[in-house]
């Protein structure tokens, strides 16, 4: 930190809006704010676009998951606590990611070419075609600063390790050569009833009462065998729980929204001419969308400054309302809107009696269930988990890998030519979501050893949240002993790819919410961005309910772009 | 590409046609004042070109460009070099044209054209090919272009095979694809390319792969075409058969007179003969040239085989036909004779595709000649033949009366013993027949329901020795259900429906035997059968089965819903038959009986003859303005008295060749009296009209 260049002063001092983190969410509302002719200053303590939501590079990776992994107050503030006009709360940053564990198997390898990948902090994500941030970025405009590919497939995983095809589109089930031509018939029927519903079509209908009940009523209803259910519930619309078990079900699927799902997905097929399937995945890494987001709103006039943290928050003395916040660098700068990140909490001061009038204001969605988090891991390989298809999707629903397995594992393997590692390796992200720390490692460290040769453990560094002081210059030490045995297994054992580096963590699910400030959600456990684009829309219309979202615009400026993304093919 | 609505054209697209139009025509004044000086000059040409980036569809143009080129390349500095960039410069006018309008016909010959030229690489042509399948994979110009580049660069069909497979796996919705594959596939079956020897090989394996675009999305109908292209090539016997001919193999045929005391004989194969000469009828499964008396023996003890002459029965005058017939004289002593024929035994039966018929058949008979005794039945000349119900009983009554009745078998012939070959095709059939039982146990789909009953019917005629013949009423059942699901092609199915029922009555004795009836009334002398074929109150839309029913000589068909009659022609031994009360709505549609040599009583009354101002058929049958009649008709003829023939050409064209001596034609919108005088004059013949003795 003291290397860094001292901070330079902002002008002017008095914005619209402050948003700190530049996170997926804060980065859309900068833009949105913008759009509708705010000004708005918007802070990174981080030197890179994202925060939460960035991709980084194999050495900022373990540094960024450290510093969010344990509680800190902020240093303390350069100035007096004691202003005249304002009451100055110190921020502090609250731990969102836990059981930490990075183990480099390739140190040297990995170490030459640690710039050349870029790591989703948040995956597996993927977008649907049709889904809600496409709409979004071809409307906001943020789509011209991005380019995408597409995923080569989606296939349903076993414990053996087998990859079985997911027959997602017409052509795709035409193709299949594990389903019989009854079941075929089956699910092609099924979608086209699905579509046929949605498009008002005469004679079919979906009933109301069936709409209305879960869906995995209505695909037994419609007398679907299990393999096709499987591929419906947990391949295509991506529910978490196992949706016949009551007792562990936490997410139960109703028809409607079943069917929107797969609407979704089936619109997804097809909506660009250059996509294969349903999926596609941005070059570069999911970074890149924040960061598409901010140069979106930085033409439409935001302040931007990277590398500058945010020590405390100053109130009115009076009636405490929000006036502005004090950086590291010790300027004041005010504004009549926050949005933080949530990595950042104001801690009140015991006793405080301080008036909030923003409190009453209502969370913005119920709070999720607090005991669920989302365990995340991430592999490199050398070599693919399917040969000859580099970028895919694996699901592996509940039950699939050990019994008790409760929720469905989504693995995304990602290749070099989507920019996001050197040439001929491939990154893997696991997800699912978990009750606790152990559940989540169990739940990867199963996905691993099905279809990853990890090497022993005991050659590895391991980093958890308690050594995180050492965790950075840990990470990069070489091993001389877990080189050579690498060597030694650089072929794969058992056919397997061999893990040549692992990150697995545990991350906190946060919603967001508007009460004394405003925060935005954390990364959700799921695939695509929609649930998340809905509560940023909704944090929006809470501090700007006379704004349009994102109005139409008449401009010549993205007229010429009736919704089409760049897709390489 | 495909499926969108056609949206009404917006003011200003119009206002922009218009606009093209104009500039059009001023362009199109100038090329064809160009186009006939015979001007090539290089801004003449270069007019041409713009005219066609504007309008493609301009043939004119096109045939300007080819006049420019090959004038061009006939002048006397033209090298190899200059000839290259000509034709270069051509494909890419085509190539722009075809970005215009990538569906023109005009612009695809022409690249056709400059391609054959031979100049221009074509290994360039499939990249672009590639480009415009992309564009839109169903594009059948580009498909067909693709065929000749293809061919051109001798691209092996093993290749293309797998492109169009390629194409079937991106969108199996793909009728082109299909197509194309069904081509090469027939191809390289023909050749009997490696791996495809054999269609026993080959098919299967294609009948997997439809079926997963079939069950994917059986709404989808460019599968189906190709199932039933497959279908075609599973039930098309590569070569012709023989299956059925008069007389039968083992069967005793009596040429007698009136006389029918002598009751060794069935009245099956009883028939009288006044022109010392009787009928040998094949019939083959389908239709074949080159019977002659050298590709078929007939050994008997009067006739020399090589004096027969074998006349092939076809409407339409080919020299193909499914059925043939030749006559066999008999003395006029009493005599027992037998009679062999053999056919196949040396080269020469091809069918209309070309293969030899390959399996040699034979068969015999019996013929035992009682001569005619004339005196008896002078009187009864005039004598009528009536239709009315209490003219017949049923036959199983005297049946009892130990009548010998041939086993129904021999009423035709089987080869024997059956060839081998449709082994696999009767699996192949089978297997199909399950597939879309199976099918239509999950879902209700039309063209499975088609299908099915179609591969029933195949199935069905396939094992026709078997003792595993299918229960027809399965097959009713899907057509009944068809004539209800889609009544827009209710009268196909109802065909359909009539010849399985035909079928079903000629599939045995017993069923066949509840349709023949004796004719209790007395016979004039013209005929002598005692057997009425009555099929009559059936609703029957179609003829059919012909080939159980050779032996036939007296046939009600009538209180039917016949429009038509064809194939009747195969039944050369009718000589009394009754149309009354059908559909049929004009002369033409009787045109088949005018290979009935032996029709002497013929019943149409009560038809809609004439009552249709304009007669559809006309179109689709030979008319004196067509050259298989031209020879019969006679402009000399053309008055017959005061009446213009012309009026009747129709009527006199079947008419004129019929030996008829009863008819009845009341009932119908043209029997006035002016049209019964003409029917008179054509057939002196005739002795009873509608009932009336002629004078």
Known sequence: MSDLPPYPPIDPTTFDLIVIGTGLPESIVAAAACTASKSVLHLDPNPFYGSHFSSLSLTDFPSFLTSQSHASASSPSPHSNTHHDFTVLDFSTRPLYSSLDISNFSPHLLNQHARKFNIDVAGPRVFYCADKSIDLMLKSGASQYLEFKSIDATFLGDDKGNLLTVPDSRAAIFKDKSLGLMEKNQLMRFFKLVQGHLAGEEGVKISEEDLHSPFVDFLNKMGLPPKIKSFILFAITMVDYHQEDVGVCRDLLKTKDGIYQLALYNASIGRFSNALGALIYPVYGQGELSQAFCRRAAVKGCLYVLRMPVTSLLLDKDNGCYKGVRLASGQDIFSKKLIIDPSFTVPLPVGSSLPHPLQEKLPLSSLKDDRVKVARGICITKASLKPDMSNFLVVYPPRSLFPEQVTSIRLLQIGSNLAVCPPDMFVLYISALCDDDDQGKKILHSVMNTLLTVPDSIDSESNSAVQSETAESGSVLQNENAESSFTAQSNTREGKPTSLWSALYMQELTSGQVEFICSTPMPDGKLIYNDLIDLTVKLFHEIYPDEEFFPKTSTSENSGDDGDISLET | ?695
Request: proline fraction near 4%; aromatic fraction near 10%; include cysteine.
């Open chain 2, 1 to 695: 590409m495909h499926g969108r609505p056609r949206k009404a054209p917006k003011p200003e697209d119009e206002a922009a046609s218009a606009a093209k139009a104009q500039k059009l025509r001023a362009l199109q004044t100038q090329f064809f004042s160009y186009h006939h000086n015979k001007i090539y000059t290089k801004e003449a040409v270069e007019l041409s070109a713009k005219l066609l980036d504007i309008n493609p569809e301009s043939y004119t143009a096109w045939n300007y460009r080819k006049l420019a080129v090959e004038h061009c390349l006939s002048q006397p500095d033209s090298d190899a070099d200059s000839a290259k960039f000509i034709l270069d410069h051509e494909l890419r006018v085509v190539e722009s044209a075809l970005r215009q309008n990538f569906k023109s016909y005009g612009a695809w010959h022409h690249r056709k054209w400059v391609i054959s030229k031979g100049h221009s690489s074509i290994d360039n042509e499939l990249r672009l090919l590639d480009k415009f399948q992309k564009a839109d994979s169903r594009n059948f110009h580009a498909w067909n272009y693709r065929r000749f580049v293809a061919e051109s660069m001798n691209r092996s069909e093993q290749d293309e095979l797998k492109y169009t497979e390629d194409m079937i796996y991106t969108n199996f919705s793909n009728y082109s694809a299909w197509h194309n594959r069904s081509v090469l596939l027939s191809t390289l079956l023909e050749k009997k390319a490696e791996g495809f020897l054999s269609k026993e090989k080959v098919l299967p394996e294609e009948y997997e792969f439809i079926h997963q675009a079939i069950f994917t999305d059986p709404d989808d109908q460019s599968g189906w075409f190709y199932h039933l292209w497959l279908l075609d090539q599973t039930v098309k016997a590569d070569s012709p058969l023989l299956i059925s001919s008069w007389p039968a193999h083992g069967s005793d045929v009596q040429l007698v007179d009136r006389c029918h005391n002598n009751s060794a004989f069935s009245p099956f194969t009883t028939l009288h003969s006044d022109s010392g000469s009787f009928p040998i009828v094949l019939y083959f499964n389908q239709p074949v040239e080159g019977v002659s008396s050298s590709t078929v023996t007939v050994e008997s003890g009067f006739n020399k085989s090589e004096d027969l002459v074998w006349e092939p029965v076809s409407v339409s005058n080919s020299q193909a036909a499914k059925v043939w017939v030749t006559h066999l004289k008999f003395p006029t002593s009493e005599l027992h004779f037998p009679v062999e024929v053999s056919v196949g035994h040396s080269k020469g039966i091809t069918s209309a595709r070309g293969s030899q018929y390959s399996f040699s058949s034979v068969f015999s008979f019996k013929v035992h000649v009682q001569p005619i005794k004339k005196d008896s039945s002078q009187g009864s000349v005039a004598e009528s033949f009536l239709w009315g119900e209490e003219n017949f009983k049923v036959y199983g009554i005297q049946s009892e009366e130990s009548i010998p009745i041939l086993s129904f078998d021999q009423l035709s012939i089987r080869n024997d013993p059956e060839p081998t070959v449709s082994d696999w095709r009767a699996e192949a059939l089978s297997k199909e027949i399950e597939c879309f039982r199976e099918l239509l146990s999950l879902m209700d789909c039309k063209i499975g329901k088609l299908t099915l009953a179609r591969l029933l019917m195949a199935y069905d005629a396939m094992s026709f020795s078997c003792a595993n013949k299918l229960s027809h009423s399965e097959v009713l059942e899907l057509y009944s259900d068809l004539m209800k699901l889609d009544p827009s092609h209710y009268q196909y199915y109802k065909d359909e429906h009539n010849l399985v029922v035909l079928k079903q009555v000629t599939s045995s004795r017993e069923s066949l035997l509840k349709h023949c009836f004796q004719y209790t009334n007395s016979v004039p002398l013209t005929i002598y059968s005692p057997i009425c074929l009555r099929l009559n109150n059936l609703s029957l839309s179609r003829m059919g089965a012909f080939e159980e029913l050779l032996w036939v000589q007296m046939l009600d068909l009538s209180h039917n819903e016949l429009q038509s009659i064809e194939g009747l022609e195969a039944m050369q031994l009718l000589s009394c038959l009754s149309l009354r009360n059908n559909k049929l709505r004009s002369f033409t549609a009787l045109d088949p009986l005018r290979k009935l040599k032996s029709l002497r009583v013929l019943d149409i009354s009560y038809n809609h003859i004439g009552e249709h101002f304009i007669d559809t058929t006309r179109y689709l049958c030979a008319s004196p303005l067509s050259h298989s009649v031209g020879s019969e008709w006679n402009k000399d003829e053309t008055v017959i008295g005061d009446v213009a023939l012309i009026n009747y050409w129709d009527a006199f064209l079947i008419f004129k060749e019929l030996n008829l001596k009863q008819l009845d034609i009341l009932g119908n919108a043209i029997a006035d009296e002016k049209f019964k005088s003409v029917l008179v004059k054509i057939m002196p013949a005739l002795k009873r009209l509608d009932g009336e003795l002629l004078g």
